[in-house]
Nanobody, 115 residues
Framework: QVQLVESGGGLVQAGGSLRLSCAAH????????MAWYRQAPGKQRELVASITKGGSANYIDSVKGRFTISRDNAKNTVYLQMNSLKREDTALYYC?????????WGQGTQVTVSS
């Protein structure tokens, strides 16, 4: 079993910044890739960014140059630094990982960007 605990969401004005954190807790963790997804009202959940254990990162086009994903393997924690936030970034952000072929999701943290 893996528990993903997220923090860092909130309300911010357009152009502002937020940093999300997600810590994985459990026994015998064998986590490779960690990722952030988001889901806006009325839309499908989408992959925002992912990062391998070795630090290789991928992003959706809409956040490239604004968001940075990073991780601390010793702490089993992944971060998402979000800069130059736009209204369209408003969504519930979820942390995701796979451990021994099972999917795990965080509870979600709300990010709201106001104009």
């Amino acid at each position: 079993q893996v528990q993903l605990v997220e923090s860092g969401g909130g309300l911010v004005q357009a152009g502002g910044s937020l940093r999300l954190s997600c810590a994985a807790h459990g026994r015998s963790l064998s986590i490779k890739t960690m990722a952030w997804y988001r889901q806006a009202p009325g839309k499908q959940r989408e992959l925002v960014a992912s990062i391998t254990k070795g630090g290789s990162a991928n992003y959706i086009d809409s956040v490239k140059g604004r968001f940075t994903i990073s991780r601390d393997n010793a702490k089993n924690t992944v971060y998402l630094q979000m800069n130059s936030l736009k209204r369209e970034d408003t969504a519930l952000y979820y942390c995701h990982t796979v451990n021994y072929f099972s999917d795990y999701w965080g509870q979600g943290t709300q990010v709201t960007v106001s104009s």
